[in-house]
């Protein structure tokens, strides 16, 4: 691919705004140039090709500001040379460096892995999106050119590059409003991520043009005719196929095969109004049938990305032929997005001449949402599903319409108001019947809050039920804020906990309440104070175990290396495994049939001793079990045993897992089944049942049944839970011990005696 030239860049830039000023786009076109001389892209061309081009797609198919265009030359010269953003301000201007470092990538700073630089860069971006939304438009015309020339990267960073496309900056294109960007976004990654799939889907629509390109010129010659009944002239009646990845995600849609569908093809009319668009409606549906459930008015109720459109579904011909009715300018609106009505001439200095904040209420609650999120990773996934996440759009008693994401409740539908009306809400009124507050709301309901001005706030469970991750937000952040005292004492038993669990030591400990951590919980976690910094903990805006691996990398690292140890050990075991039941040598008996005994349960490193059983065997007992003692008058009948633990028992972990109780006392407070449980997973021990209550004295008493390999390990395991905050006891519990065998015959005589004497 050749350079791109100046003149280009202008002539598109005069296109739309001839009184640009065109000194400036110069300007930083040579400075951009001369910044990048010698660097060169992965396909060997020029690396300013990159930011030519990407300043071609912002005039050409964003049609933005000539501050947009600068910015678009200059986008990789922060990031990639020894320029900073200051000098970009001196140079061009405060709002050119704004939107420069908005889009430039965090590269410099250390990250633990490229999944949290990805997360930390997206989230900058989105907050700079505050400031000036033409951050993310430059942002996507650099991704758009990256994927057009994504051929010259291995084939793993095709594939990852393609997949964070499709999972963020296509929804966000989408959002945006602008169709052409994103569904070159989806085809082009499709393709990466599913080629053979891709082919498949293409060879179809390849083999059965014939029929679907016959039906579609008759269809669309038959409209142009009858659009002249109806006095609608000066329109465009278009042919539009399916693209493979619309077709792809339908056939997952209505779980079905690629040849289960049959309306691959569609039809587009323009018109000059919205009148006309109505006109051309009632005649579509006067000559065709239309399919109930298929219609669709987005000129009344537009979306959330400004999209306007009537849509239809109507059999031509026993086929169903969808089509799509709009004006010309809701039809740029469709294709452009938000840069449709962008102000190029930058009047005032703002950017935009919308107000974009109603219709872009996705964003705002992208930012709201991440206000209290310290966790960059986190954040992205909050993002993930705030991009593709389905809406449903209701309505005020006055008439107005309120967009909330799917699987709202009238209380997400009361904040989206006012945060007060949502902390006094206290019930709903829905198409005027009663309703509970736990009702999901459907597209059209007309919704009435009642609120108690007496209330004091939003309750606990409602998070429960809420389905926007704004209401959350400040469900969660009243919640703190009144619950404070208790959410710090929690938080901070809880990263202790999660501390401890890690392996961390006492010394380290110590220095939990010293300025040197709370220095170190500023700088890595972002809170000013150790208090909000345990009351996020508490109030589980934050995870515990995760803020400890982030302040104690090591700690976290030696963590997962055993996790991994103790998994290969355990699949080791199935795959080695020689024998089942007790491995006991029983002195003078071979092939003896062994069986622990349930009242002791002894395990590999007790004492035991051995005891024969007519007709059973030889029953295993501990040696301080009460009722082998019992035994011991029986003495004809004990036998010496032990354990036979061998070398390859040792060597390749194949020794059999041993069934024991253990009973675990603490206080009664939150989160202690989950630390306990906790500590059991990472000793790779299987639970087999779990009790829990609560007695009169407020202590907590929980026994477990597990599988354990010896008493060595028990021990330790044993040690590691008693360590814990709020642990007062941790032990082995033997099973209730019922009479030897000797006091039921000695019984069963007194009480035939007994008889005896009766008669």
């Not at 982030?550 to 080695?576: C, Y």
């Not at 040792?650 to 253990?662: A, C, Q, R």
């Not at 360590?723 to 209730?736: D, H, I, N, P, Q």
Request: a positive charge; glycine letters at 6%.
């Amino acid at each position: 691919m050749t350079n791109i030239s100046l003149q280009q860049i202008f002539d598109a830039v005069k296109a739309y705004n001839p009184d640009a000023d065109f000194s400036r786009i110069e300007k930083a076109y040579h400075f951009a140039e001369e910044c990048h001389k010698g660097q060169y892209r992965d396909s060997g061309e020029p690396f300013f090709l990159h930011p030519e081009t990407v300043a071609l797609i912002v005039a050409s198919e964003l049609r933005l500001d000539v501050s947009s265009i600068c910015a678009a030359l200059l986008h990789d010269v922060v990031e990639d040379t020894p320029v900073s953003e200051k000098d970009i301000e001196q140079r061009f201007g405060s709002s050119v460096a704004r939107i420069v470092d908005g889009v430039t990538k965090l590269n410099k700073c250390f990250f633990t892995s490229p999944s949290a630089a990805q997360a930390a860069s997206f989230r900058k971006m989105v907050l700079a999106m505050t400031k000036d939304l033409r951050v993310i438009l430059i942002k996507l015309a650099d991704r758009l050119h990256n994927i057009r020339t994504i051929q010259y990267k291995p084939i793993p960073k095709q594939k990852s590059t393609a997949r964070e496309t499709l999972e963020i900056y296509a929804p966000l294109a989408h959002r945006l409003g602008i169709y052409k960007i994103k569904s070159e976004f989806e085809e082009r990654c499709f393709r990466i991520l599913q080629p053979e799939k891709a082919a498949e889907i293409e060879e179809f629509i390849k083999n059965s043009d014939l029929e679907s390109e016959a039906n579609l010129n008759a269809a669309m010659a038959q409209i142009k005719e009858h659009l002249k009944e109806v006095d609608v002239v000066n329109t465009t009646v278009s042919g539009r196929p399916k693209q493979a990845y619309s077709i792809y995600n339908k056939a997952i849609k209505y779980n079905t095969t690629i040849d289960g569908l049959y309306d691959f093809l569609g039809i587009r009319i323009l018109t000059e109004s919205v009148k006309d668009c109505y006109a051309a409606l009632g005649m579509v549906h006067k000559y065709w049938k239309p399919i109930p459930g298929r219609f669709k008015d987005y000129i009344a109720v537009p979306k959330a990305n400004m999209y306007q459109s009537l849509h239809t579904t109507v059999l031509f011909n026993g086929k169903p032929l969808e089509v799509q009715i709009r004006t010309y300018e809701m039809h740029k609106v469709a294709e452009e997005g938000i840069a449709a009505h962008w102000d190029y001439k930058e009047s005032g200095g703002s950017g935009n001449t919308l107000d974009y904040k109603e219709k872009l209420s996705f964003l705002r609650n992208i930012i709201d949402s991440s206000q209290d999120i310290k966790d960059d990773s986190e954040f992205m996934e909050n993002v993930k599903v705030d991009m593709f996440e389905s809406l449903v759009y209701v309505f005020t008693p006055r008439g107005d319409v309120k967009e909330l994401p799917k699987g709202s409740t009238p209380i997400d539908f009361a904040y989206s108001i006012h945060t007060n009306i949502g902390e006094k809400c206290s019930g709903a009124i829905v198409n005027g019947k009663i309703v509970p507050l736990s009702y999901k709301l459907e597209n059209g309901d007309c919704v009435s809050i009642t609120t108690n001005k007496n209330q004091r706030g939003p309750k606990k469970d409602w998070l429960k039920i809420v389905g926007s991750t704004s209401t959350k937000r400040k469900i969660r952040a009243w919640l703190k804020k009144d619950n404070k005292d208790e959410y710090i004492l929690q938080g901070e038993r809880e990263f202790l906990e999660a501390f401890q669990r890690l392996g961390g030591d006492r010394e380290t400990e110590k220095t939990f309440h010293t300025g040197a951590f709370a220095n170190k919980v500023k700088d890595e976690i972002g809170f000013s104070s150790l208090d909000d910094f345990y009351a996020a903990i508490g109030a589980d805006e934050l995870k515990s175990q995760q803020v400890v691996g982030k302040l104690f990398p090591d700690l976290a690292k030696q963590h997962q290396e055993k996790q991994i140890a103790a998994k290969n050990a355990r699949k080791n075991k199935e795959k080695k495994k020689v024998s089942k039941g007790p491995r006991i040598i029983c002195g003078g008996l071979d092939g003896a049939l062994i069986k622990i005994s349930r009242c002791c349960s002894p395990i590999p490193g007790d004492d035991i001793i051995g005891y024969i059983t007519r007709g059973r065997g030889v029953t295993i007992h501990k040696k301080d079990c009460p009722n082998a003692k019992n035994l011991e008058n029986e003495s004809d009948r004990l036998i010496d045993v032990r354990w036979d633990l061998g070398i390859e028992d040792e060597i390749l972990g194949t020794s059999d897992d041993y069934k024991v109780k253990i009973r675990v006392e603490t206080s009664a407070q939150r989160g202690m089944i989950n630390s306990v449980t906790s500590v059991i997973a990472n000793f790779g021990i299987n639970i087999i049942s779990a009790s829990c209550k609560t007695t009169r004295q407020r202590m907590g008493i929980l026994d477990f049944i597990i599988e354990v390999k010896d008493s060595v390990m028990l021990r330790e395991l044993l040690y590691s839970i008693s360590k814990l905050v709020g642990v007062s006891k941790a032990y082995r519990v033997e099973k209730t011990i019922g009479p030897s065998t000797a006091e039921k015959k000695a019984k069963s005589k007194k009480g035939d005696n007994k008889k005896a004497k009766g008669k």
